[in-house]
């Protein structure tokens, strides 16, 4: 994969007919490439450069110390996981060894209404995000570029639903209220050599929206499934990757397919100096909102049933990743 599909949000604003444009450009990125990059976000290159300064800090102390902050249940996306806490692979119930990633995750912040208290029934959707003493403005840093790729998603949602001929403000009061995550991702360095099937992310596809990634190009890196075949993702300095995740697969009937991606490890000539930080912002809806055909797709056919909802179809999938399939949401 040479080149990304691009969508430029500014020029989406500047008029109706540019906005046009990106819609049909977002639709045949999201039907034929499963992944695009993203100009024109408006994120600040301070935010992004002080996102990673930050986050190497925290990764950089000693494991007792990013203990402090682990994970607290299994199905909560909160807090620091070590190496090779979860597998991945298992959220399509594939068999591998731990991945060989450590990650911290933040929710909603309660300033744009987390907290489970103004949630009830939003099962660990709205559990308290977990900070660490050190680095002291960790928080405030996470907190900042989280509410930029708020914005960057609202955008996006505009185009999808310009796209999809239904009213433009249509995802508005499905994502008001929205249970998205940031996820730090770093791959150390690589001394010993991984066990059979081992990687850094196993294939999997992400379990919401979108997922807006921002990466840092060093070995081992993304690929997606692509006819068969897997394929780098180029990464481009400025610029937001994103992908397209198992809700918008559910609510186009496959019109646009969810992107089946891993990532690699480096090659053992590169795996001494290999260390990789990436960011994921995992989009993903209110808890409530059914996993089900958008009115422009739903089948007339199609026996009726009760749709899973966005929450219950993240914890099932995330509970098997952090479990390695021993326990599925039940």
Known sequence: MQILPVIDLEAAAAD??????????????????????????????????????????????????????????????RGWSGLGREGIAYSLDEESPGDLKEKMDMGPPESLGGGPERHPGSGPHFARNVWPARPARMSVVWEEYYRHLIRVRNALLRLCAHAFALDDDFFDDKFDQSISMLRALHYPNQPEPPLSGQMRAGAHTDYGAFTVVTAEDRPGGLEVLRAGSWEPVPLTPGRLAVMTGDLFAEWTGDRWPSTLHRVVNPTRAQALDSSRLAFAFYDHPNHDVAVEPLPPFTDPDAPPGTALTSGDHLRLKYLRQTTFGRQTGG
């Open 16 to 77: 109706s007919t540019r906005f046009e444009t990106e819609a049909q450009r977002l639709d045949r990125a999201c039907r034929d490439a499963g992944v695009f990059e993203v100009v024109g976000h408006g994120v600040p290159a301070a935010v992004i450069e002080s996102l990673f300064a930050v986050t190497r800090e925290f990764f950089a102390l000693p494991p007792e110390q990013k203990s402090l902050v682990a994970q607290p249940q299994p199905d909560q996306v």
